[in-house]
Structure formats: structure tokens, C-alpha cells
T-cell receptor, first 113, second 115 residues
Framework: AQSVTQLGSHVSVSEGALVLLRCNYSSSVPPYLFWYVQYPNQGLQLLLKYTSAATLVKGINGFEAEFKKSETSFHLTKPSAHMSDAAEYFCAVSVRNFNKFYFGSGTKLNVKP | GAGVSQSPSNKVTEKGKDVELRCDPISGHTALYWYRQSLGQGLEFLIYFQGNSAPDKSGLPSDRFSAERTGGSVSTLTIQRTQQEDSAVYLC?????????????FGQGTRLTVV
């Protein structure tokens, strides 16, 4: 079975500071991993995805994530937060030949001026 | 269309009434998903359609919930005898296939409020 745990339902950073959003997954087979972002009153938008190629994945808006099999983690980072990054972020896992995306409970990112 | 389209965007209904939520997936996408997002909660899987295969209904919370997908395209999620706990944002997504490594594109959701 697959599952996702996102540590911290709310994260607050200052503008210009490092953003680190944590995601740990559980999967009995090699996973595919995703980060989605949801801006207020909008649907989810894909930030980046890991599909068994490079373990360091770069996404849109300066975000990146590193797949660490030994730690079963896929943390999302951005070197310098911008006010426009304030949103809710969801980590998701899926596996080949499987028919669901399992989502974490989400982390709301607040960026302080 | 260019993206996944859901209608209505907002729906207020009285407890006990039936509601229908519509999803128009991206043309050519064979996989379609319904998720529910309650306040402060993550995304709860409801149902999955893949081509002509039998849908995966394992996430439907009760027999008041049902969904169909006609002609492999448009999908309708029906909630009968709505309850207040059904209030949530219902999200639809579609993808090229159910291989897991394909991106799921989401609609903007239908916000359902049961009063």
C-alpha cells in the first residue's frame, strides 16, 4: 500500500528565506512522486515529479525536490521564498500500473514580508 | 478544451436534496479521478475511471455517492440525500493514462455547501 505524510500543516517563512516542505512516503514498490501547489480558490497545479530518472528534480517557480530512497523522503525546497509562493502544497505518490494518486494532507506556506 | 472543466463552481443545496457535479476532462485523457477536499483535510480519493475498464469505486464514502462516465469523456458525480458532512470541494482530474507516472491535471473544483 502507498501513503504520504507531510510534516507540518502550516509553515511560515520570511521573504527571501529558505523554503523546506517535508514529505515522507510509504510504498512497497518503486514510487512515482509529485508535488502539487494549490493557490486560493484554484485547482491543483503540478510543480514537479519524480519518475525514476534523476533523483534531484527541478520544477517550476524555482522549486526542486530530492528523492531519497534510504529516507523514503521527497522534500520540497526553494532557496529564496517569494510572497507569491504563499499557497498550499501537496505531496503525492503513485506507482506503475496503479490507478490512484495518494495525497498528503497538505502544507500551507505563509511568506512574511 | 484546454483544461479540465468542472461545473458548477459553487453549489449550495438543502440537506436531503440530490446534487450532480460535472467534470469535462482534457480531450484524449483516458483516466479520470474524483477527489474530495474538506476544510483542513487532504485530498480524499473517491473514484477512478480508466478507459472502458470497470471503475475503481473503493473511495466512495457511502452508497449515497455514485459516479458515471459517459462515452469515455464527461463524468458526473451524484450525491443523493445530501448531508452537512458532504460539504467540501470536489475536485476532478484527468490524465493520459493510469500508469502512475503521468501528470494528473486538475479542474478548479466544485464547492458544495449543504445547509
Amino acid at each position: 500500500a502507498q501513503s504520504v505524510t507531510q510534516l507540518g500543516s502550516h509553515v511560515s517563512v520570511s521573504e527571501g528565506a529558505l523554503v523546506l516542505l517535508r514529505c515522507n512516503y510509504s510504498s512497497s514498490v518503486p514510487p512515482y512522486l509529485f508535488w502539487y501547489v494549490q493557490y486560493p480558490n484554484q485547482g491543483l497545479q503540478l510543480l514537479l515529479k519524480y519518475t525514476s530518472a534523476a533523483t534531484l528534480v527541478k520544477g517550476i517557480n524555482g522549486f526542486e525536490a530530492e528523492f531519497k530512497k534510504s529516507e523514503t523522503s521527497f522534500h520540497l525546497t526553494k532557496p529564496s521564498a517569494h510572497m507569491s509562493d504563499a499557497a498550499e502544497y501537496f505531496c503525492a505518490v503513485s506507482v506503475r500500473n496503479f490507478n490512484k494518486f495518494y495525497f498528503g494532507s497538505g502544507t500551507k506556506l505563509n511568506v512574511k514580508p | 478544451g484546454a483544461g479540465v472543466s468542472q461545473s458548477p463552481s459553487n453549489k449550495v443545496t438543502e440537506k436531503g436534496k440530490d446534487v450532480e457535479l460535472r467534470c469535462d476532462p482534457i480531450s484524449g485523457h483516458t483516466a479520470l479521478y474524483w477527489y474530495r477536499q474538506s476544510l483542513g483535510q487532504g485530498l480524499e480519493f473517491l473514484i477512478y475511471f480508466q478507459g472502458n475498464s470497470a471503475p475503481d469505486k473503493s473511495g466512495l464514502p457511502s452508497d449515497r455517492f455514485s459516479a458515471e462516465r459517459t462515452g469515455g469523456s464527461v463524468s458526473t458525480l451524484t450525491i443523493q440525500r445530501t448531508q452537512q458532512e458532504d460539504s467540501a470541494v470536489y475536485l476532478c482530474a484527468s490524465s493520459l493514462g493510469g500508469w502512475g507516472n503521468t501528470e494528473a491535471f486538475f479542474g478548479q473544483g466544485t464547492r458544495l455547501t449543504v445547509v
